[in-house]
């Protein structure tokens, strides 16, 4: 039976969810993830520091409204991502950021590859982040960092995989190595919020839009646009729209 590593059932996981361009600098930990992603026609751009890739990945997503994605290798390149995944939590980007770390038999003895707990740096400016320790669980935490991303307050979420088991090997025909796009859930007001919207509005003699970041996410212009007109309002934007 065929069998493909890690960094393969990544690159699947990645396409089914429609990812196109990844950015990143080079580190060996993820090799496997860029032969697969290369073979598959996901475009790799290749930047000179992390920090690079991380706010190239989060304004694309501000660009195209899909899931910016980032790829990091261990130690440094994971810390050199901490200001696009801030920037990102601090302004609703959904983005992915995917790191390598070393292997799991050997994390407390080549503190070359890293030296410290990664997930501790991104624990507070992530929606979600998780270390997978199991090839057979990598495709479904790619489903899940993408739901995260995208469901609710978007954001960035971190995605941790050692390398032994981005190297590790699963059957291709088994369930566990395809990913299954979640269905992402969005914020909505409730019937009666918008009542009182509603009610507050009939009686404003001047009423003003100031629209937001969240507008261009949804793609809710022409419903934006629709609205204004309906009620006679001018619309300002804030510095995130």
């Given at each position: 039976?065929?069998?493909?590593?890690?960094?393969?059932?990544?690159?699947?996981?990645?396409?089914?969810?429609?990812?196109?361009?990844?950015?990143?600098?080079?580190?060996?930990?993820?090799?496997?993830?860029?032969?697969?992603?290369?073979?598959?026609?996901?475009?790799?751009?290749?930047?000179?520091?992390?920090?690079?890739?991380?706010?190239?990945?989060?304004?694309?997503?501000?660009?195209?409204?899909?899931v910016g994605?980032?790829?990091?290798?261990?130690?440094?390149?994971?810390?050199?991502?901490?200001?696009?995944?801030?920037?990102?939590?601090?302004?609703?980007?959904?983005?992915?950021?995917?790191?390598?770390?070393?292997?799991?038999?050997?994390?407390?003895?080549?503190?070359?590859?890293?030296?410290?707990?990664?997930?501790?740096?991104?624990?507070?400016?992530?929606?979600?982040?998780?270390?997978?320790?199991?090839?057979?669980?990598?495709?479904?935490?790619?489903?899940?960092?993408?739901?995260?991303?995208?469901?609710?307050?978007?954001?960035?979420?971190?995605l941790e995989?050692?390398?032994?088991?981005?190297?590790?090997?699963?059957?291709?025909?088994?369930?566990?190595?395809?990913?299954?796009?979640?269905?992402?859930?969005?914020?909505?007001?409730?019937?009666?919020?918008?009542?009182?919207?509603?009610?507050?509005?009939?009686?404003?003699?001047?009423?003003?839009?100031?629209?937001?970041?969240?507008?261009?996410?949804?793609?809710?212009?022409?419903?934006?646009?629709?609205?204004?007109?309906?009620?006679?309002?001018?619309?300002?934007?804030?510095?995130?729209?």
């Amino acid at each position: 039976m065929t069998k493909i590593n890690g960094g393969a059932v990544i690159a699947r996981a990645l396409h089914a969810h429609g990812v196109e361009v990844a950015f990143t600098l080079h580190g060996g930990h993820l090799d496997p993830l860029y032969v697969a992603a290369t073979e598959l026609g996901i475009d790799l751009i290749a930047v000179r520091h992390e920090q690079a890739a991380g706010i190239a990945a989060t304004g694309y997503s501000r660009s195209t409204g899909r899931v910016g994605v980032a790829l990091a290798t261990a130690g440094g390149g994971i810390t050199n991502l901490v200001t696009a995944i801030t920037n990102a939590h601090a302004d609703c980007v959904p983005s992915v950021f995917i790191g390598g770390a070393p292997p799991l038999a050997d994390v407390d003895a080549l503190p070359v590859n890293s030296g410290y707990e990664q997930l501790s740096v991104v624990r507070g400016i992530t929606k979600w982040h998780r270390q997978v320790t199991d090839v057979s669980h990598v495709a479904e935490a790619v489903e899940r960092a993408f739901h995260w991303a995208q469901s609710g307050r978007p954001g960035p979420v971190y995605l941790e995989v050692p390398s032994d088991v981005m190297f590790a090997l699963i059957d291709v025909d088994d369930p566990a190595a395809s990913a299954v796009p979640l269905r992402a859930t969005k914020p909505a007001p409730s019937p009666a919020a918008v009542t009182e919207a509603l009610e507050i509005l009939s009686r404003a003699d001047r009423p003003v839009i100031l629209a937001g970041g969240g507008v261009a996410y949804a793609a809710a212009g022409p419903q934006l646009t629709a609205f204004a007109e309906a009620i006679g309002a001018p619309v300002l934007t804030n510095n995130k729209a």
